[in-house]
């Protein structure tokens, strides 16, 4: 039997997916000699499914195991869990610029006269590329709104900081290009390739991180295994995050 756990936003709208379905399903107990797939047998007590479901993690239980479900609240810790769930630490970097301020604009100002700027196409330099519209407040909202799970949050910027900006929080640190870049003598860079290969400098930063530009927003509840398999591999459909994740 399957049931649907249904989830509402705090504007009401409907959030329930799919992966959000529990499965209510009945065990039952052997006793001795009953054979396992691998040839031996089972332990005389061992939970085993009525109906086998190769999907998932496990087909049979313990005795020890289930022993200890029944004791903890009947809450069953699977022997395996790296089979499915990414045990490791998963970070947020977002890089972010305030087009707005003079001091960033007098930096780039005088980069962009001492370089030939006619073979680059005009939306590269465009100020739209630049302009902040708080876009950064809000995809954090929805980061820690729909995947808490994120242990850090890092948002490296040109000697900047948003005003809003809880600076106290520890889940947040500002990361200056200063602090990342093999070659201060290079900066200061306006070009994201740049700012991007950059990024794995990070001091702290997990092995495992999600980059995301600052209107990347999330809409419905995730989990790291979206982006990463249980092995910490990367889902390669899934590169980067996208803009409705």
Known sequence: MTCLRRLRAGNGRELTTSALTITVELWKQVNENVPRADGACHLPGTLVRRQND??????????????????????????????????EP???VYTWVDGADPEWRARMQATRDGVDLRTNAPSSVSDSRFTSRDELRFSLRSLEYYASWVRKIFIVTDRQVPSWLDTDDPKISVVDHRDIFSDPSVLPVFNSHAIESQLHH????????????????????????????????????????????
């Open 202 to 245: 990070i001091p702290g930063l997990a092995d495992h991180y999600l980059y995301l530009n600052d209107d990347c927003f999330f809409l419905r509840p995730t989990g790291p295994e979206l982006f990463f398999t249980a092995n910490g591999l990367r889902h390669a459909c899934r590169a980067s995050a996208s803009k409705a994740a």
């Open 54 to 87: 190769h999907s998932l993690t496990v087909d049979y239980i313990e005795p020890t195991a289930w022993y200890a479900a029944v004791a903890n609240d009947n809450r069953l810790r699977l022997p395996a869990p790296q089979l499915r769930v990414l045990s």
């Open 90 to 92: 998963v970070d947020a």
